[in-house]
């Protein structure tokens, strides 16, 4: 019986390795849990704390020159005709001009668009890449990041029941 | 030729080094130290495995413009390492502070090196008396 056990113990060290690898294989080595969760915006230069007040606001980082941005760009069209949400786009180590025809060309989602040529801006968010989008509530605070680009059921199943549920707070 | 050759890659290597250099213009010592130990610990995080300090990404670049900046401006070790890690998390950091989101981190190789040691043990103790 005791040498049946010590048998054993190879292998259940053995599937106790490929669990753990099998785990590593399924995890996104890029996404990494935002620690800004529930805390109120950094104060970012050229924008005033009181411009997240009273309303709820989806910030999204994008860049003419990223693609993922351009295929979530339809979607964020999408969000931006309910009409709900106040969009802030952060153009990300961009160009004027260039993302200027981007927005002629695929459409303007955003109520403001905040230029961010040398990235400062979003390493004070903690972004490391584009498409990030953050919903930021009606105290100023991030509820909720959102790493890559948005597809229709992300903005369906997450984003749009937190953006009503942040829409009824006070 | 071979001194030759060493001589070039040694020198390949250590341009790198003096590029580096001329960005971050430093006029204390101190801060030249402290933002290249900063840029050695705290990890690109676009990067797989690679420091702010080794790694070429436009990212890197920016994390180090921004730690550049906090050392000029005479933040400490802590002020710089806590902006960051607010941001991106323990992550960020190859040192990572002794904390419960991390201590696992910590405790695991010790774990490991005690299991080492029961098992060297006790295959010691059964080929002994051979």
């Known amino acids: 019986m005791m040498k049946l056990f010590k048998a054993l113990i190879p292998l259940v060290l053995f599937s106790l390795i490929v669990v753990f690898l099998l785990k590593g294989l399924q995890h996104d080595p890029r996404t990494v849990p935002s620690t800004l969760l529930g805390k109120p915006m950094p104060t970012l230069s050229g924008i005033n704390p009181t411009f997240f007040h009273n309303r709820v606001t989806l910030l999204n980082v994008f860049a003419s020159w990223c693609l993922y941005c351009r295929a979530e760009h339809p979607v964020l069209m999408d969000i931006a005709q309910t009409k709900r949400l106040y969009m802030l786009g952060l153009d990300y180590k961009d160009q004027a001009d260039k993302v200027s025809v981007f927005l002629k060309q695929y459409g303007n989602p955003y109520s403001k668009v905040i230029a961010d040529p040398k990235g400062r801006i979003a390493i004070s968010l903690g972004v490391y890449g584009t498409p990030e989008t953050f919903l930021i509530d009606k105290k100023g605070r991030i509820r909720y990041k959102h790493v890559g680009p948005l597809s229709p059921d992300d903005w369906k199943n997450t984003l749009q029941p937190l953006v009503h549920q942040l829409i009824e707070e006070l | ?130």
């Open chain 2, 1 to 130: 030729m071979r001194f030759f050759i060493i001589v070039t890659i040694l020198l390949s290597v250590f341009s790198g080094m003096v590029l580096a250099k001329d960005r971050y213009p430093f006029t204390s010592v101190t801060q030249q130290r402290q933002f290249e130990q900063l840029t050695n610990e705290m990890r690109c995080m676009v990067c797989q495995n690679e420091s702010l300090a080794d790694s070429n990404s436009g990212f890197a670049e920016d994390m180090r413009s921004k730690i550049y900046k906090m050392v000029k401006e005479g933040r400490s070790d802590q002020q710089i390492v806590q902006y960051m890690t607010k941001r991106y998390g323990y992550f960020v950091s190859f040192n990572p502070p002794f904390y419960r989101e991390t201590y696992v981190l910590w405790l695991a190789p010790l774990l490991l090196l005690v299991i080492a040691v029961f098992i060297g043990r006790s295959v010691h103790k059964k080929y002994r008396g051979r």
